[in-house]
Each structure stands twice: as C-alpha cells, then as structure tokens.
C-alpha cells in the first residue's frame, strides 16, 4: 500500500479495481471511479446497473457506457423562467470543455452566455434556435469522460446574482462555496465544510487539492499513530478486507511521505515530573471549578513556549525547498490528537501570550471540537511547533515525524516509576517522563536541540515557573 | 495570461490630467474566500470592492463597443467594479440577436453618414449620437443587478437636477408622470463577468432618431428580436441644466458611493476608498487585441451576417407593356429572397404567367443561381443584372424588370 501512497491513488484504485473488479464487465474507468467513490445519486435513473455503493464495497456488474449527464439550464436571476434560444456554438458530437461557451440565449434584454460545466462530448440538444428553453430543463446531454471530475464546475447553478443583499451575500457565499461535485463529495465524506477552505480555483473554487491540502493539515505527526488509527476490531472480520486510502488516512500518508524527505534527527532524554505531578495535584481542583479540564499537557506546551522564546530558530515554517526560514513571532503549538476521524493536529495559537490556565481553556475547546470532527481550518494550519503526548496511551521513547514546514516536534512518553540517584546520591523513588525531539537537521544543529531541551527541562522540572511571566 | 497583461497594462494606462496616482492593479487571483485567521473561514468579502469611473476618450462607436467587449472578456471584476461612460457620433446600435434590415433604414444610413452597429448584447436598437450618454456597469457574474445600477442613476438624477425618474415593468427609466422614456437598457451575462448597459438621452437630435429607427412594414419574416418603439424625450427638455459632460460627473460620483453590492448610498466618505476617474484612451497599444475586437466589430459579417434567419417577401405590380397578352391584367411578381447569415440562401419567384415568354422565363433560373450565395446587398442586384444582361435581347426588358424589382427588395429593405 505504501507503493501505492507514493504513486497516487489512481494506481491504487486501478490495482484495486483489477482484484475485485476483475469479471471485466466495467468497461471504462469512469464507470469504475464511480463503483470506487461516488455514491449512487450521481448514476442516472437511464442506467440501467442496478448497483448500490456502500464505501468500501465493490460492485461488480456491468455498466453500459460512460455516464451521460444532462446539463439543466440554470437559474439566470431576476426570476427568469424562459428563455429563448439565440446560438449554439456546439452541436451533438462536439467534444466541450468546461468554460467552453454552449449558447447564447436572451431573456428581456440580457443576452446570457452559457458555458459548459463538463467536460466531455455533446450527446444531445434539446432545443434548436428560437426555441425557449425552461430554467431548470435539460439544455444538453454531455458524455461524462474519464475526468477525475477535477474540472467539473458548478458555477452556473450559484446563479443569485439579482436578489442578494448585503446579509444574503454572506450567506450566499458561505453556504453556496464553489466547487465540482466531485469536490463537494469528497468534502462530506470527511465532513468538512466547504465554505472553512479556501479555494485557489479561479472564482474562488475549491478545487481536490485544496481539500486534500486541508486535511492534510489534519494529518498526524506522529508514527505512533498508526496505533490510534486502527479503529476496527482486529477479530471483526472472517475474510481478509481492502480499503482504499482515502481522507484523513491519504493525508496523513501523503504527509508522512514528504516528512520522509526532512533529513531528522532524535534527541531524547529523562525529566524528572516529581514536582510537576504535585503541582498538578494542587491545581487540578482549582482548575476544574473553573470549568477547566487540566492535564499535563498544557505544562508541556506552556514549557515549550517559554523554551522557544530563548530558541526562536525551532519555531520556524521552512519552505518546501529549503531557501528560506520564516521566523514565526506567535507560538503556535500543535497537539496531536486522536479525533473522530483519526490523528488530527490543531494548534493553540499565540501560547506565548497565554498564560497555563488559558493554554488549558484552549485544549479542551480543540478536544472538544476533535472529538466531534468540527476542527474548523483555522485550528488546524499555521502551526509553527508540535507536541504529541503519545504516553497518555503509553511508550517512552520515540521517533516522531515532523510535520512538513515546521522544523522540530516533541513527544512525550509515559510517567514511569523509577528508581535514580538525586543530586546528593540517595536512591530515590523518581517519576521520570522521556521525552524526544525530532529536528530539522537541515536547520537545527544538535546543540541547539540539546539545549532547548535542557530549558524545557528546567520548566518542567521547576513548574512553578510557569506561573509566573519570568524568563529563566 | 491575459490577467497579467491586462495587470501590467492597466499600471500604466492611466492618462488622467490630473491624476497620475499610481494605482495598485487588482490581484490576478480570486480573493472571494479570505485566507485571513481573523475572520471565520469562508468569510463574505474580505472588503468591499473598489470602484471605478472610466472614461472614454473615443467617439468612435466601434472603439468603444470594443472597449467593452474587452473589458467584458480579459478585465478581473472581482474586487474591482467599474462603470465605462462613453460616447459616439451618430450611429445606430442594433441588439445581437437583430436584424439590421428590419429595424433601421439601411440605406438611409448610410446617406447620412450614420454608422450601423451591432452590440454584444441583447435587446432593442438604439441611436446613439454626441447629445446620448452610454454607461456600462461592469461587475463579476454574481453581482450583477439591473435594478440597482438603474436606481443609482435615479438617485443621481434627483440629487443633482432634483429630476424625478421612475423605472418602467420593462425596467428602462421614464420621466415621472409622462411615459416617455430617457434610456434604453441591454444587458450580457457570461463566465466570470457580467455587464449592464443603458443609455441617457440629453440632448439627442429627436428627428434624426425617429427618421433612423422608423420602421417600414417590409414584408419581412424573422425570429429576431424585434425593438418595441417607444415615445422619448431628451434631459434637457425637462431641465435645460442637464448637459452631458454635468451628467458624466454627477452619475461618476453617484456611482462611487455606492455599495457595491446593493443600491445603499453610503454616503461621501465613501468615495474616498474608490479609485474615483479615469480617462481612457483606447488604443490597441493600452488594450492589446482591441483592434481585432474593433475589426470584427466593423465587418459586414458581424453587423450583417450576424442576423438571424430571414425572409423577405415583395410583390411587384408588373408593367402592362410586359404582359404579353391583354386579358391579364394587375399581375403580380413576386420575389422571396430566404437569407441566412446575410447571404442569400434561396431565391424564390412567383412569376405571373403573362411574363412568361413563349419558352418560359428563362432568365428564372438565372436569377436564383446568381443571387445565391451572395451577400444581401446591393452587390448581389449588379451581379444578377450582369448575369442577365448576357442572355439574349427579346428577353431584356422582361430580365430589366425583374432586376429592378430585386433591388428594389434589397435596397428597400
């Protein structure tokens, strides 16, 4: 599977197709796309496969042909119902891309040009010149090519245009988001919304990628996740079982992948968290009679910002070919999170404007919303620094993946009991967490590493700092 | 591509007297969802869009129809609205989908020095001359509203003259209490941009309006849009102030400050914020491809070629001395040219059986292969006559009659 992360889903979905798709009855690979993704609103009543989709499932008989899709006359605005006819710039057989002008038609005095949403080949024409055509009818039937539905656009049914006010205008915008259908499915299917992405499209259209960009920013750190992902029961099932990857999981690889060409390096070492689980103690009842659910976690995060204010160079975005460093004045901390949908991993922003109890407030707003799968996109980019506390569940020492434009990553293992010898060489009972870092060796030496390290450490070793606004 | 030229072309096309602001040229990409953190994601507008007020130093009617056309097709609206005020030295603008023959005297015209035009897009003809002032809105697809550009110009007009305007059910502006019209409006929506265009009458030439559009019963059969005649009256008869250069500047600053997206006047502060005016020369050298635009704008195909299927019908009285014998009487000839494109598709006689020659009227055929395939002008008549006058002389009267009573359709028309 992982060869099929690295050369794209479309060989994925081709090996897929080829083992259960194998009686050789689908004819084309638009009609194999949609036994693969797309639910069966998209199939015409006219075709006649009876086949249900249940993501996941395959179905193996025949379908005819590509789909053929009638294109409807949309909406012109002003309460236009007819129109006439003016020009055909196509006729049947002509092969169309979208934006390509269909015809012309006028209505009172507006001369309205139609383009095409699809692309594909003019199958058939419902009207001849002079005739009026109804909004909402059948203007022409379009042979639906093999297009991943990439450049499928819905433009002309966002027709409002003469009825907007000022507040309609934003709720035109924020519910009718620009995009393909294909688009719009693949949004829902990992429950995103539209109008929290932004498009890169022309107009304002989302395009595949800007969604697949989102969830990538969604996508875990670290390689421990793949624990947390697996949410299916092993023993579920009697037969062995395929899945696409698909959503957060195609994210999460695609993100792995490009971590994988960040040349890291790990630096681990041993905190003593004595002092830090009293504190903890003291604080969690004053904590949550304030509504605040508190937790190591925002100990470390706070810690982690005070270190980097001594190390600005860890709180960077480093750009894709490594030319450039953009040093991030705002601390925005990432954590790694288990969600809904898998390993997600918002980040509280400006933690070093945020004192501990704030820092907390803000943890459990984004747990809150990742247990729900209601991350808006604002969480979840414009990290600068990440954290995973992988030893909630448990592990010591780890190798986490960074994610793509940051430089350096945390996680933390779990609090073990241990015996060491204190300062004075007595044996004491000690509560050690490990905790490793991965950097960016391109740009952070190991010196640096080691001594941000050391003022986490300290930070964490000496909470009570924390309380207070002092550097060390 | 074009985006990036217009961007670089539009730094430098600004040749205002007095104002020489550099101006920042609006962004290639579409900004419509903010990347802005402050707001929520999916946010409206990240800012009102600017407006601006252009200009056109051109009297040229083709210059500016391609002006628009060019605005209409490589110019990013998105933040950025604009309204192009223009004006022409006489000339007829007829809707795209109309027929030139059945709505102007063609001939006429062309006595006068008074050019005929086609516009992109729809709806009536027109007459344009320097006492008509043409505005064009021009704004993304999505906020393209008729009502409220017509209701800027009435709030204008009451602002300035204190003149009370009404919009007509058809949605042109007529003076309160008459019925009389002072603008003609037309309108073309496409992807991405859209516009809205109208007229203002303020001290248009009445009688060479009316003696341009006046429609004679031609016996023409067509689905073209047919223009509905309706009573106008110039501005400055209702208030002899009004003057064209007075009405540019009133609806200019009108049109800045307003909002953008609905009729709101928002009041003088708000025209800070736009781009205020501009004038615009428009040559091919600010514009690049106006001339081609311009010269698809002036061929014949455009303006005549254009017309939707036609066919016209005349009857001709046939002179006695033709007749051969002299029982019949009041014969009739008729001729129905069938026109597509502007060229002749098919040429139909009825000829009366007195003009027949004992073998027949042989010049029919003549008549009906040389006239196919031609333009429907007065070209086709000297090719039919020349045709003709090849064939033997006991026919040439006949053939004389026939020719002149084709020119007469084509010329009439």
Known sequence: ?472 | MAQNLVTKLYRISVIGAARNKPYVVPSVKAVTYSTSTQQDSGAVKNSDAVKSVFISQSNDIFTNLALEDWLYKNFNFINHHILLLWRNSPAVVIGRHQNPWLEVNTSVLSEHGIEIARRNSGGGTVYHDNGNLNLTFFTPREHYNRKNNLQLINRALIREWGLKTEISPREDIVISGGYKQISGTAAKLGRPNAYHHCTLLVSVDKEKLKHALHKHHKGIKTNATQSIPSPVMNLCDVNSHVTVEKLLSTIGWEYLRTCPYTAEDRGKDFIMKQRGFQFINPTDQWFPGLDKLRAELTSWDWRFGKSPKFNVTRTFQVPQELLGKEELRNEELSITIDVNKGMVEDVMLMVPPGLKAANGFSGQAQVVTSLKGQRFSEEAVTILQKALSELESPEQTRNEFVVDCVRQVVKSV
Not at chain 1, 56 to 65: D, I, K, M, T
Not at chain 1, 111 to 127: F, M
Not at chain 1, 197 to 208: A, E, F, H, Q
Request: proline content about 3%.
């Open chain 1, 1 to 472: 599977m992982a060869a099929f992360a690295k050369r794209g889903s479309r060989i994925l979905r081709q090996h897929v197709l080829n083992t259960y798709c194998a009686k050789g009855k689908l004819k084309s690979i638009g009609a194999r796309q949609m036994c693969l993704n797309y639910k069966s609103s998209w199939c015409l009543k006219e075709n006649k496969t009876s086949w249900q989709h249940k993501r996941g499932l395959f179905h193996s008989s025949a379908v005819q042909a590509n789909k053929i899709v009638p294109y409807n006359l949309t909406d012109i605005g002003e309460g236009i119902n007819e129109v006439s006819i003016k020009e055909w710039f196509i006729k049947v057989g002509d092969k169309v891309s979208q934006f390509d002008n269909i015809c012309e038609v006028q209505s009172d005095k507006a001369s309205v040009t139609i383009t095409s949403r699809y692309d594909g080949i003019i199958r058939k024409v419902y009207y001849d010149i002079d005739d009026i055509a109804s909004v909402g009818k059948p203007l022409v039937d379009v042979e639906v090519e093999d297009v991943s539905g990439e450049e499928e656009t819905s433009l002309e049914s966002r027709g409002k245009s003469a009825r907007v006010t000022d507040e309609n205008e934003d709720h035109f915008l924020a519910d009718k988001a620009l995009a393909t259908p294909a688009v719009r499915r693949i949004a829902l299917e990992n429950n995103i919304k539209l109008s929290s992405i932004n498009g890169s499209g022309k107009g304002g259209r989302i395009l595949k990628e800007d969604v697949l960009e989102y969830l990538q920013n969604m996508s875990p750190v670290s390689d421990a996740g793949s624990a947390l992902c697996d949410k299916r029961p092993a023993s579920g099932r009697a037969h062995d079982y395929t899945e696409p990857i698909q959503g957060f999981k195609k994210a999460m690889a695609k993100s792995m992948t490009d971590s994988w060409k960040i040349p890291q390096f790990v630096y681990s070492d041993e905190i003593f968290a004595m002092k830090l689980t009293e504190l903890l103690s003291h604080m969690k009842e004053i904590a949550s009679s304030r509504g605040i659910k508190l937790t190591y976690m925002p100990f470390f995060i706070k810690a982690a910002s005070k270190a980097l204010e001594n190390f600005p160079v860890l709180n960077v975005n480093v750009d894709e070919s490594c030319e450039n460093l953009t040093f991030r004045r705002s601390h925005n901390i990432g954590v790694a999170m288990d969600t809904l949908y898998g390993l997600v991993v918002p980040n509280i922003k400006n933690v070093q404007a945020l004192s501990l109890l704030e820092v907390a407030m803000e943890l459990n707003r984004l747990q809150e919303l990742g247990k729900k799968g209601a991350l808006r996109q604002g969480d979840l980019t414009g990290g600068t620094f990440s954290l995973s506390n992988i030893g909630a569940i448990g592990g010591t020492y780890t190798k986490p993946l960074i994610l793509p434009s940051q430089v350096a990553i945390g996680a933390l293992g779990k609090i073990q009991v241990v015996p060491r010898y204190d300062q004075s060489g007595n044996l004491i009972k000690a509560e050690v967490i490990c905790v490793s870092w991965t950097a960016d060796h391109r740009v952070i030496d190991g010196a640096t590493l080691a001594r941000f390290s050391n003022t986490w450490k300290k930070y964490i070793e000496n909470p009570f700092l924390l309380l207070f606004d002092t550097a060390l």
